[in-house]
Nanobody
Framework: QVQLKESGGGLVQPGGSLRLSCEPS????????MGWYRQAPGNERELVAT???????NYADSVKGRFTISGDNSKNLVYLQMNSLKPEDTDVYYC??????????WGQGTQVTVSS
């Protein structure tokens, strides 16, 4: 079973930056979308950003202009550069790969805490 591993989370002050990374335990073929979601306790998991195989990006309105998703589909690497972080960005961040045919792989999550 493929496992995704996120890294780069941590504690940062408001206005600071973090860069999240995600890589799989083995190469995953036929991935058409890589993305990031986030979830706070008691809340539903929400989309942060996605990157399609063709390079198209999609962002939640709350992060537009502050977060940038990038990656290398051939190497199954995806990143999330987060700038101008706010306390409301505090969440557990998860990466996801979606394959043609419907399979999905999720990571275990990395905690991002924005606090002074």
């Amino acid at each position: 079973q493929v496992q995704l591993k996120e890294s780069g989370g941590g504690l940062v002050q408001p206005g600071g930056s973090l860069r999240l990374s995600c890589e799989p335990s083995e190469i995953v073929y036929s991935v058409y979308m890589m993305g990031w979601y986030r979830q706070a306790p008691g809340n539903e998991r929400e989309l942060v950003a996605t990157l399609s195989w063709g390079g198209d990006t999609n962002y939640a309105d709350s992060v537009k202009g502050r977060f940038t998703i990038s990656g290398d589909n051939s190497k199954n690497l995806v990143y999330l550069q987060m700038n101008s972080l706010k306390p409301e960005d505090t969440d557990v961040y998860y990466c996801v790969f979606r394959r043609i045919g419907g399979d999905e792989y999720w990571g275990q999550g990395t905690q991002v805490t924005v606090s002074s």
